[in-house]
């Protein structure tokens, strides 16, 4: 299935001004279910673009907004270097976590208004955009949210003051989750991992939960941690989720 990934929306956003959406759909007539997918740090990425294909061209409508609009101008994409990492860092926890869900509420809203959009909504995220997929997931239009290595859940460190309520509203999630994890990321250590697992149980939560034998970012086709046959793994298990949650 061949792509429009070419085509971008700016969305306002009440109190941040216009976020800037980068947009990948089938380049076919039809109505498909749609996806905010959220990036990691550093914005949308060559990774993140063809991320963002992958699941396009398996029959979804993806959007993946700038999450730092309301600080870098619009098309800004950080370098996978320690500045870039810097300014990643840095803006996550400058940024009020009301900022980030606003940003996602808006999100939804103009997926949902697209004309290729069937009106069934999911999430997906990695690291940073794991944690936003999560949280973007607390509405109730959502009903499927795949969410790979999510940072600072566990630890309650995300947005300005660095923290966050994302357990304590765990119990109002009705979208089914699906949780991937590197046994080898030491952002989400063991009991990190653990506190998650019970939490969903605890609020009884539908979910899926995946650990595999992996580093951090292992999704990320650039750099020493891709690893190919788990992204191949990965995706299987997303489509097959998404298939079933959003049909």
Avoid at 22 to 41: C, D, M, N, Q, T
Wanted: hydrophobic share 45%; proline share 6%; glycine share 8%.
């Amino acid at each position: 299935m061949i792509l429009r990934s070419d085509e971008t929306l700016d969305v306002d956003v009440a109190g941040s001004g216009p976020m800037r959406m980068h947009l990948f759909r089938p380049a076919i007539e039809g109505r498909f279910p749609g996806v905010l997918l959220f990036s990691e740090i550093y914005q949308v990425t060559a990774p993140i673009r063809r991320l963002a294909a992958m699941i396009a061209g398996n029959g979804y409508v993806v959007a993946v907004p700038e999450v730092y609009h309301d600080y870098e101008p619009a098309g800004t994409v950080l370098t996978y270097d320690p500045a870039g990492t810097d300014r990643g860092n840095a803006l996550k926890i400058a940024k009020p976590v009301a900022a980030f869900d606003a940003d996602a509420e808006a999100g939804l809203t103009a997926l949902l208004a697209h004309p290729a959009c069937s009106g069934r909504l999911g999430t997906f995220g990695v690291c940073l955009g794991g944690h936003l997929a999560y949280r973007a997931a607390l509405d109730p239009r959502v009903s499927a949210s795949a969410c790979f290595y999510p940072t600072d859940i566990h630890s309650g460190t995300l947005g300005q003051g660095r923290s966050d309520d994302s357990m304590a509203r765990m119990a109002a999630l009705k979208a089914e989750i699906m949780l991937v994890w590197g046994r080898q990321d030491p952002h989400v250590p063991f009991a990190g991992r653990e506190a998650i697992r019970a939490r969903l149980e605890e609020v009884g939560a539908s979910y899926e939960w995946h650990e595999l034998n992996a580093q951090h970012a292992f999704l990320r086709d650039e750099g020493p941690r891709y690893d190919p046959a788990l992204f191949l793994q990965a995706m299987a298990l997303t489509l097959a989720f998404y298939r079933r949650a959003l049909a």
